[in-house]
């Protein structure tokens, strides 16, 4: 299984990125996909998330109203769509996946791409 996720950079604060994760080696529309992050010295965080279906979607609440997170399931990929972004969005991100019906916490999550870096400049 591999998830690569791609998309980071750096930004000026309010600015917007879009983050992609490709999966491959997995039967992608029986994962539920996940977004973390983690900013130096902190632990990794959920930040979204998103059901097999794509009809379903939790956010952590620092990010409700500026994040959106989407899917694909003939691309086999996942996004999350990062708007007004702050300094404290600064963070590399993951991509996970997760089969069961959980899908909201680090332990939840089966298999973790490499992570892209967002930096957010004020």
């Known amino acids: 299984v591999q998830l690569q996720a791609f998309g980071g950079g750096l930004v000026q604060a309010g600015g917007s990125l879009r983050l992609s994760c490709a999966a491959s080696g997995l039967t992608f529309s029986r994962y539920a996909m996940g977004w973390f992050r983690q900013a130096p010295g902190k632990e990794r965080e959920f930040v979204a998330a998103i059901s097999w279906s794509g009809i379903t979607t939790y956010y952590t609440d620092s990010v409700k109203g500026r994040f959106a997170i989407s899917r694909d399931n003939v691309k086999n990929t996942v996004y999350l769509q990062m708007n007004s972004l702050k300094p404290e969005d600064t963070a590399v991100y993951y991509c996970?996946?997760?089969?069961?019906?959980?899908?909201?916490?680090?332990?939840?999550?089966?298999?973790w791409g490499q992570g892209t870096e967002v930096t957010v400049s004020s």
């Open positions: 996970a996946a997760a089969s069961g019906s959980y899908y909201r916490g680090r332990s939840d999550f089966d298999y």
